[in-house]
């Protein structure tokens, strides 16, 4: 829970399953991406409440409260204002609950307006051209577009006024309608104080339930690893099946890559279930490249088959998997290409989508770890990995003049080779983490998309490398930085991609494979922690200490004392396999 005083400039965003609202801290709305939101609709800009009069905004804002849900403090004279913002599980949208506290020494009427600006749109369309239908009575407003929203009360609503559409520009030019003026009445005795909640609710909620885990880290980094696990469950949804959307706000997506990474993370802190859904999910479809929230799906992206196979070995490491992701597994390896032991595929088909990589060494690296997986390949695919290897470096891929990326630490991580790593943490370590390029190539650009940004994705690839390799305190040092950022944006969130010289956003707020990797590299690199069908072996990275609870390994939980490098057991779970330590 962060406690604010001074909330200018951050971002909150509340989730369920069903949808989400991302708001100022400072109570505003700023931008189009502000509002609710049920993934990839667009619902409502804003709303605002005017109690006798006075709105509730930055100007009577005391302070507020922000975690798995916000409370901001209002003081206008003679009230004492808390709302409080949730998404309560199997609710299809948003609750706003008041607490009016009567400061006079008289009785009170108090009339509560509220002021709700729709907009219902896809994501991709700003402004669309629809017309709305708008139903009121005392128990409800209904507008209707495309979708619907719905606006309840538990007291009874006055609607006066007639609907309009307004024009308002936050950031970009914006177009929703205002239903009328909702109102709703109280009356308070001297110091008394009432709660009011209203609602903002869209089609039918989601009848699953996410299994909540609770991990634990004691040591450093244990912000950063227990928000990211926080983090990680606030961006599944069930919408065209369970799924992990890329970020929040605008990631809205199930791409099949960043799914695939954060599930390293999501099975490491011990979501199995959700883990299971969402590789069915994916294997149903024939693992596109994106589940489209809307029906719209992609194909071909060549480093989602390999990763699928990876998520879908943790996952069967660690619990089980159905016959259905066994052959998905199957029918992502029969996506291999192979010419003279080196990977075909599409040269914009990489996670660098605006860059040109043919033969690139990352998606070499994950087909070698998916061939030794499936027992298949695996001597060619090393063969052709020889082929990035120039004296001691790495080339990103075998097309002509490549440049000096960070994607040679993905082979480093998995232990593929032992070249390149020096170079990694001179060259591609920036104040926040692990630079996409080296600042001694020719197109480094700080604040370059995929030419020298900081990317969490790749801070935890950097840190991954070195813990594989021995460097605990470079390893550290990369996740630090990076975990630095909680503390901005949007609190409690891993970004999606920094500018290397100074820091600022360039990208969303919270990502969720800067969350999933951020949890996997602390327990499957710093911790050491393998799991195998026979055994559950720890072995931490020297010089660390620390404490990892609530481990859990199929349906046991283990508590792990780190001393110096030295893994200890601290309870007697009932496991099936041996542990060494």
Known sequence: MYHLKNPEGLKGTVSNLNAFIHRDLDAGFSSKWSGIWRPEYKLLDYYAFRLNGIWLNSENLEAVDYGEEITY????????????????????????????????????????????????????????????????????????????????????????????????????????????????????????????????????ASSYRTDHQNNYLEGELKRGFEASVQSMENMIYDREGLGVIAGHPWFQNFWARDSF????????????????????????????????????????????????????????????????????????????????NVVRHDP???????????????????????????GKREKELKEGLKKFVKEDQILDHLGEDPAQTINPSVPLMFGHTDSGLSKINAEFSSRFGARTRSVTDPGYDSSGYHTGSTWGLTTCWAAAANFQHGNTVEGL???????????????????????????????????AWSAGMFVHVIDSYLLGIDVTEDTIKIDPCEDYSGKRMNKRIGDSFIDIKVENGEAKILNSPDLEREVLT
């Not at 006066?160 to 936050?170: S, V």
């Not at 660098?352 to 061939?371: F, I, N």
């Not at 503390?487 to 360039?506: I, K």
């Open 261 to 340: 990474w954060t599930l390293l993370g999501m099975i490491d802190a011990g979501y199995f279930r959700e883990a299971e859904k969402i590789l069915e999910n994916f294997a149903e479809r024939g693992i596109p490249g994106k589940i489209g929230l809307e029906g719209d799906e992609k194909g071909y992206r060549i480093d989602t088959y390999p990763l699928y196979i990876i998520a879908a070995d943790k996952l069967r490491r660690h619990y089980k998997i159905t016959p259905e992701i066994e052959k998905g597994m199957k029918q992502a390896f029969e996506k291999l290409e192979l010419e003279n």
């Open 477 to 511: 040092n990369f996740l630090e930085n990076f975990s630095k950022f909680l503390d901005r944006g949007q609190p409690g969130a891993l970004p999606e991609v920094l500018d290397s010289e100074n820091g600022e956003n360039l990208g969303c707020f919270e990502q």
């Open 348 to 374: 914009e088909g990489t996670w660098m989508d605006t860059l040109e990589r043919p033969d690139a060494v990352d998606v070499q690296s994950l087909w070698l770890e998916a061939g030794k997986i499936m």
């Open 73 to 204: 403090y209002f003081e206008t004279g003679s009230l004492h204002v808390q709302e409080n913002i949730s998404a309560p599980e199997g609710l299809p949208g948003i609750e706003s609950g008041l607490k009016i506290e009567n400061k006079s020494e008289k009785r009170k009427a108090i009339q509560i307006a509220l002021e709700a600006g729709v907009d219902i749109r896809d994501r991709g369309t700003d402004v669309p051209d629809q017309d709305y239908i708008v139903e009121r009575d005392k128990s409800r407003v209904k507008v209707s577009g495309n979708k619907s929203l719905e606006i309840t009360s538990d007291q009874d609503l006055i609607n006066t006024g007639e609907a309009y559409k307004k024009e308002h520009f936050p950031g970009e030019r914006q177009e929703c309608i205002i239903p009328g003026e909702i109102t709703a009445r109280i009356e308070l005795e001297p110091s008394e104080t009432r709660k009011i909640k209203f609602r903002f609710t869209s089609g039918k």
